[in-house]
């Protein structure tokens, strides 16, 4: 399986195909993403979160526009794209409008080096998780020029907190992922999930094959939730303090925008923390004797519905925290960053190391 | 991928960095020349890729974006005044500015082409670039990296003491 002839054979016969010199392969490699975003926030995204917290809550969720709901994301879209686009008088126009859009294109950026399976990744970088982490700046300057473009005291308010909150756990995040590239011995996305696949399927993820690599798994975790300004780090948008955050003047297709991004970052952030830990594509069911379950369920089709069943589940962890938990306070939120997790994650980093060199 | 894509995406990012610094330059409103710095500094980015620089480039993106530019942003949006105070963006001393402009130019122009062949890289990078930048990091640049690392410690901990907490006075700095 691993330095196998198929690596990432598909996206480059894709980016090598023209019409009259036009590359409409570039174009269609970076369109596959958008449309997966799209597809799986209207269906998983809108329509799951609020069955599940519907049946988290015993109560039925949407169950009026077609069997069990299914079809109230499409009224939804209906009504978001007739809403009136409407722009505060004294909001600053442009940075108004271009927040939600840099939001969007930050956490679509992401994407790039996303590994849909083994023959489909973006752009195979040698840098790729370097890129995942650090293209996040962007979404925080998106959301910086819609708070202070809407010029409103709570929508300030609100993408301040947000920025400070993502700024400060990109710290012990990075750092859980590095103890990841430590155990990998490279930053490639590709890498990770060639070195992770095996015919003992679960056996060879870094999160079985390393006793301290439960410990930057949770740490990860926890950073990515507060990332994404999930619940219980769903400060910047706590309605009973500050109306709706940073995105308290949108309407329409702009909020919608920001809903998008938030999705978008939630796939992605699920995906990194099981291409880092839990193999990525890499089939997670073994061998065993004569039934070669792993051979069976690994390729390139098999590997773009594994990651998305891995990056499906961390969702719905994440769905499922948030309507379990209660909100952080702002210090409690600092506290749990600085005082915790960014030491836990130092210790990690130091242990995976020592296991890395002598074991 | 063509050589003519590549120069027509190599031409667009140069656009966007160039307008874009234009922008920071000329605007009057201090606000939009923060953001449009967001542009300069991925143009720069994208033309580091061009280079076969990738590390770099997302460095370029994790510091200057992530950190710089927002830093930057947080002391714009929580200065007072900032709406009201009008920034010169007037020209002044029109004919000692262009003599210096030419000046520059000329001298840059000299250093570019008496130095001569320095377009084609002479060594051809092959393969993954992180690995050789962490094996001289760690050998023979070990002195300037762990200078740089002290030099931040100590910049950390005079910010640290500037903003902490006042027992004696009860009142923050």
Redesign the interface.
Known sequence: MSSSPSLNTWSDAL?GF?IG?F?LG?IIVAAIPLVFIALYALTYGVYGERKFSAFMQDRLGPMEVGPWGILQTLADILKLLQKEDIVPTVA?K??FV?GPL?MFVGSFLAFAVLPFGPAFIGAD???GL??A??????E??GI??SG?GSNNKWA?YGA?RS?AQI?SY?IPASIALLCGAMMAG???MQHFNVVQSGPYGFMHFFLFRNPIAWLPFIIYFIASLAENNRAPFDIPEAESELVAGFFTEYTGMKFAMFFLAEYGSMFMVSAVLSIVFLGGWASPLPNIGGLALNTMTSGPVWGAIWIILKGFFFIFVQMWLRWTLPRLRVDQLMYLCWKVLTPFAFIAFVLTAVWEIYM | ??E??IAIIFYIFAAVTVVSAAVVVFSKNV??SA?SL?FTF?GVAALYVFLSA??IA??Q??VY??GI??LL??GV?FTNTIMSTDLKADVLHFIPGVVLTVLLIVGMLYAFYTTGDWMPGHIQLS????ERIGIETMSRYMLPFEMASILLLVALIGAAYLARYDKANKKEH
């Open positions: 980016s023209t010199g590359p570039l600053d442009f940075l271009i840099i970088l040698n840098v370097f890129y982490v650090g293209i996040v700046a962007l925080v300057v910086l020029a202070w300030l301040i920025v700024v990109e490279s930053l490639s | 991928m063509n003519l894509t606000i939009y953001f967001l991925f990738d590390f997302v460095t993106i994790v974006v992530g530019l927002v942003l947080f949006m393969g993954s670039v992180v």
